[in-house]
């Protein structure tokens, strides 16, 4: 029985920046060996970038690169070299996925597009991520993921009506690599079933814009354009974050039926505005929410946002504390804990670090987190025991810069 | 034919997990939403079509079930738990999103329906899992967003943190992993034989974004209109050295990154760093082809480094560019950034996406028709392109029951009688 999900796929991992490297974290979580090829002269984004271990700069000590790789092996090679060429296609004939997220047309450019992958390995599964697809207009042109966001329309419904739109960061690149597993599981299945490999043409604007759907269509439609709304919700109120006792600590609440009003009116011990004919009815609270928020506002801020949201919810009002980032890297959110979402992991460089599994649970396969590999750490293995290099092919190999 | 054409689904989701089964059909599953009789809530959640309040035209729904026939069933009566049970023979995932324990309660949960087939893969998808303190805890979008560490104040330190607004993206994200874990799963069968269970946390999907990268968007998260005032806690202050591959971003120099143009606002982030040249250069150029670039020309990007640049200098470089937006449009702005390779988009507005040149340009949009409606209405289409099989909305998301006489007289054997029967007592 295999131990691992994906025990047997071998993936050829081409990505950098996000997307692609968080799609890769998902294969190589669930058990597939991920190989990333990668380049000492010419390192990858995260390689380079920090915060490092202890500020200091180094190809083996970027935490945010050691978050991102869990699980995978590191191969060198220096793809300007022919001869680099010639050894990542031969590792290409013993794989099942190639993965890339370069904008549209560098992999062809660089001699290693589909049908060149096809002739090499007849029922290989590439998939090429970037933000525009590898067809239409944009298909090259380049940007992140914090542009994108803009351009899928996420950022003009967040915020405030009155205020700019918000700059959300790189929403998208969160929601790209999921639709990357979903597309490769099913090929993965697909060729199973009909020996079939594929290509895979994804783009960050087009899985981006299924998360907008009620939103286009309501354009489609009825020719609405939807605005900035913050926290409001058309048919709940009160529904907004609340601010609580603390140094910037706040309180999601939400309430959307009656009894859910009587039990927060409840727990507040039935302050006597809460009787006021403004507040009493859901059309009532719709039409006060400014002044809603600003009472309920003024109960939430003598408690602590946990304080808050268990006896909110104990009373089953939904209620959520407001985490930070921060709370939860640092571990401390108990729930995310008590599913043991974080494990930590001993790396050769940075020491003891915490890094996330997948966002589930299996109730017959469990994840083997290991940690990032060491630029080049697998290299033997890639070359010598995969491709079968003697010793002195390896050497050779080396003193010319091709495998670095 | 789809990649998933084979299989069958039965989706129990509400708005929690519909868009995990949309996806699963757009792959060719036979997928049936199982709703309660007389339809699911996630029914009438706005907006709708034409602004009419009917169960049966809410755009909610109809973006999230496209590729699905729908049955109605009440799987809290024996019959309705005989008649799903009876399902579960023939189909290959199960989808829900119910509070953890009510599977249980109904007699529905894993371990029984893996003993009626123990190929079945089911898939949970709830706000925190089925596990831990706050599995029981009910969680609105807002709510699991607040506890998921998305919520933030993005600069606006005299208003509540906020999030994206609207639907819920933290359901959709939590749709999306349960859809991903099904995909895991099921090559674990195809190796084994044995399927299993997925226990999906909306929680642990929007905590995924590692905090590493979170603070690298809140150092550029600075937003010119409304500027920090508060003073930065301990451990949320950036590293005062070191250089970020892509561009270091400190406080308390303010940067923007939405500027507004003639019609709207545009994203632009001036980099830093290594790359300062290369992928600032574009712009500057174009800036430069209209005689409009000023002090950006002088500019020494060779040494630009947020830690060390001063508000001053940041001012003089950001005049000549909010200047050179003002006098173009969003449409404008994004053809020519096509065309100098510079890294600016427009934030655009729905209207604007349905009119770009590339979603056309790669035929992403799909007409789907209503035919109890006698029209045709464009949906976002295929989720990728597959060079073997497409992913393509096969139709539009099922009217109440509408398949209850194909599925349960046709293919389950049910005579009219017994449907008569069962509809009196409420089980379908």
Redesign the interface.
Known sequence: ??TQ?????RVIDFTWA?VGP?TTK?LAD?GAEVIKIESATRPG??R?????KD?E?GLDSS??FA??NTNKLSATLNLTYPKALEIVKKLIATADIVIDNFAGGTMDRMGLG?EVLKKTKPDIIMLSACM???????AT????G???????????????PD?????????TD??AP??N??????????R???G????????E???G??????????????Q???N?????????AP?????CRG??E???I?V?TDEQWKNLCDVMGNPSWTSDIRFTTLTARKENEEELDRLLGEWTINHSPDEV?SKL?AA???????????????NK????V??Q?FSELDHEVIGTHKV?R????????PFDMRPAPLIGEHSEYVFKDILGMSDEELEELVIEGVIE | EG??S?YRVLDLTDEKGL?CGK?LGD?GADVIKVERPGGDLART???F???EPDPEKS??W???NTSKRGITLNIETTDGQEIFKRLVGTADFVLESFPPGYMEKTGLD?PVLEKINPGLIMVSITP?????????????G????????V????E?VD?????????S?EY???S?????????????R???G?G??????I???L?????????V??M??A?F??PSK?KK?E??TP?K??????GTFVQPTRIR??W?CKDG?????WWAG?NAKRWNMPLVNWLDSEGKAGYLKEFDWDTFDWATVSQTEIDRMEEPTIDFFKTHTKADILKS??KY?A????????????QS???A??G?WQEVRHPELDTT????G????????PARISRRAPLVGEHNREIYETELGYTREQMLLLKQDGVV
């Not at chain 1, 959110?333 to 995310?336: A, C, D, I």
């Not at chain 2, 606002?265 to 982030?269: K, N």
Request: one cysteine or more.
């Open positions: 029985m295999p999900l994906l025990e047997g796929i996000f968080q998902t669930c984004f995260w380079t970038t920090g915060p490092f500020n700069p935490i945010p978050m991102f589909y525009h697809g590898q067809t239409g207009p944009y042109h380049p940007g992140f914090n542009q994108l966001t803009a351009l899928c329309g996420f950022s003009h419904i967040s915020g405030w205020r700019e739109p918000v700059d959300l960061g790189a929403y969160l929601v999921q639709f597993v979903l597309a490769i599981g099913a090929a993965l299945d697909y199973r079933r009909t079939k490999g594929q290509f895979l043409d994804m783009a604007y087009e899985s814009l299924h998360f907008m759907g009620p939103i286009l269509l309501d354009y489609i439609a009825n609405r354009v939807a900035r709304m913050g926290n409001l919700c058309p048919y709940a529904h907004n974050m609340y601010p140094n910037e706040w309180c999601a939400v959307s949201m919810q089953g009002v939904p209620a959520g504390a407001r985490r930070t980032g921060i709370d939860i890297q640092l959110e108990p729930q995310l008590d599913r979402y996330r997948p966002p589930y649970i299996l109730s017959k396969v | 990649m998933l084979p868009l996806l792959l959640l706005g907006p079509y034409h602004d755009l909610f109809w973006a999230f894993y925190f899992g089925q596990t831990g303190p706050y599995k029981d805890y009910e969680a609105p807002l709510v699991a967003g607040a506890l998921g560490g919520v933030d104040q993005f606006d208003r509540p943190p906020t999030w994206i607004g609207h639907h993206q959709l994200l939590g999306m992993e349960g859809v991903g874990g099904a995909m895991m799963a099921l090559f674990y195809g190796t084994t044995e299993q269970h997925v226990d999906t946390s929680q642990e999907a905590a995924r974004a590692p905090s590493a990268q979170r603070r968007e809140r550029a998260l937003n209109s409304t508060k806690k451990n949320d590293e050295k070191g250089r970020i591959g892509g990154r939405i507004p606002y545009v994203v632009l982030l290594i950034a096509l390779k890294m600016v988009y427009p934030v655009s507005t729905s209207e604007d996406t349905l040149e590339q979603l340009g790669r992403f209405l464009t949906y976002p295929e989720f990728g392109i597959f060079s073997e099989a």
